[in-house]
């Protein structure tokens, strides 16, 4: 039930926003012209239109039809989130209504590529902490959207690898930089994890960056 709130939720969001981008262009435009919505993920086309099927179907509950009164312009970058900022950036050149982009990379790509097509996201990461919006009450700029979980869960797992391995001495952390909630789970981590283990991440689509780390953790003789 919580996830179709969210995504009813979600929804309604979109709806607004496209309603309030869009409203001049629709009057001018014959009703037979489907609005072009862009939609931006990290991921691989099969793994999104999975993780995205509740959204569509829902949007074509409510009467957007793909092909009849809706386009969607659909940009996947097959988990190669380096990519994403490349995607976010042709997406806008195609100038879709608005940019549909529910995680945190893709909605951030999506801001820094364009100040005045809307964009709608849906995650659960802290949108303020990673600079996507100004403050949930008053988001700002271009970027609205719904939140599902504002706090790390960073600290859980670690407390839940501490229950599996009581015996555990040293446990190392592998994170993607590049990725916002980086920045937040490390910061909750803080309290938990020495500075020096927090400092030791990688960048998880590199495989040079990959066969690196895999031979420090070996050296340093984590459990």
């Not at 869009?22 to 993920?41: S, Y």
């Not at 809307?118 to 970027?143: E, H, K, Y």
Request: with cysteine.
């Amino acid at each position: 039930m919580k996830r179709r709130r969210l995504l009813l939720v979600t929804l309604v969001t979109l709806g607004a926003a496209i309603c309030g981008r869009a409203g001049l262009l629709w009057a001018q435009t014959p009703a037979t012209t489907p609005r072009r919505v862009g939609v931006l993920a990290p991921s691989t086309r099969e793994k999104e239109e999975v993780t995205l099927k509740p959204f569509f179907d829902e949007m074509r509950a409510l009467g957007w039809i793909e092909g009849q009164t809706i386009a969607y312009d659909r940009s996947y970058a097959d988990d190669q989130q380096r990519d994403v900022a490349r995607l976010a950036a042709e997406l806008v050149a195609r100038k879709p209504v608005l940019i549909y982009a529910p995680p945190m990379p893709a909605a951030l790509a999506a801001k820094r590529a364009t100040a005045s097509i809307p964009i709608v996201f849906g995650t659960g990461t802290d949108p303020v902490a990673t600079g996507l919006v100004a403050s949930l009450a008053q988001p700002g700029g271009n970027v609205t959207g719904v939140v599902s979980i504002i706090e790390s869960l960073a600290p859980k797992h670690f407390d839940l690898l501490h229950e599996l391995l009581p015996a555990a001495k040293r446990i190392g952390y592998l994170g993607d930089p590049s990725d916002a909630r980086f920045n937040i789970d490390r910061a909750a981590l803080a309290p938990h994890m020495s500075a020096e283990t927090l400092d030791f991440h990688h960048g998880k689509h590199h495989k040079a960056y990959v066969d690196k780390t895999n031979g420090m953790l070996a050296e340093k003789g984590l459990e």
